[in-house]
């Protein structure tokens, strides 16, 4: 789990703690109080390339209760509209032994063999829900797509979630390998050759009945 670093600030004064190089911050939760907190940028942006949204972290405050870390969720981040730097973000210190619901990035791996024959790649769902104890949700759900043909998918009940909880039905598709325009249009002719033919032979059965 990684252990990002903050102090203590007095409310306000955000402007100033930015030109320093800090962000402000605040963690709050069910069994403690809204806290301001200022946090390096430098290890802002260190913590944002090694995590994602679902990740829990050890958060270390200096001089709160002689340096306890406590285990946080990023809740939210707010950007410079501008530069797209983080401005200010929140942390969720969630309650020990109770579930916490949250979006679980997903993350699509591999060459899937219906795209190498010309098929389509369709992510359905970038993150899915879960709900599990804060400790086991998992950061990151890997779908590896490469003995994927043309009209396969990854479904729901095809995932390992660990001891979490997916608020999906176990049939619904998170990603799926669809057939080409082309090749849809040319199956779909083929089909509708077969069921002429089909019916044409009906025709000269039926005709054959009758005149005998």
Do not use: C, W
């Not at 040319?186 to 025709?203: K, S």
Request: charged share 30%; glycine share 8%; proline share 7%.
């Amino acid at each position: 789990m990684p252990t990002l670093k903050a102090r203590l600030r007095s409310a306000g004064k955000a402007g100033a703690l930015r030109r320093e190089g800090f962000i402000p911050a605040v963690v709050y939760g069910p069994e403690i109080d809204s806290t301001p907190l200022a946090i390096d940028r430098r290890d802002l942006r260190a913590l944002f390339s090694q995590i994602t949204r679902s990740s829990q972290i050890d958060l270390a405050i200096a001089d709160y209760k002689k340096g306890e870390k406590i285990d946080v969720f990023v809740k939210r981040i707010e950007y410079n509209p501008v530069t797209d730097e983080p401005v200010h973000v929140d942390f969720y210190h969630p309650k020990p032994g109770y579930p916490l619901k949250l979006h679980v990035p997903v993350k699509v791996t591999g060459d899937a063999l219906g795209v190498k024959a010309g098929g389509v790649l369709n992510l359905l769902f970038d993150t899915v829900r879960v709900r599990s104890l804060p400790e086991a949700i998992p950061s990151l759900l890997t779908l590896d797509v490469s003995d994927l043909g043309l009209g396969d998918a990854i479904r729901v009940k095809d995932v390992d979630f660990g001891e979490a909880t997916p608020l999906l039905f176990p049939e619904q598709a998170l990603v799926t390998i669809m057939s080409p325009r082309g090749l849809e249009v040319e199956e779909a002719a083929e089909l509708d050759a077969d069921i002429e033919e089909g019916a044409a032979g009906e025709e000269a059965e039926k005709a054959g009945e009758e005149e005998t």
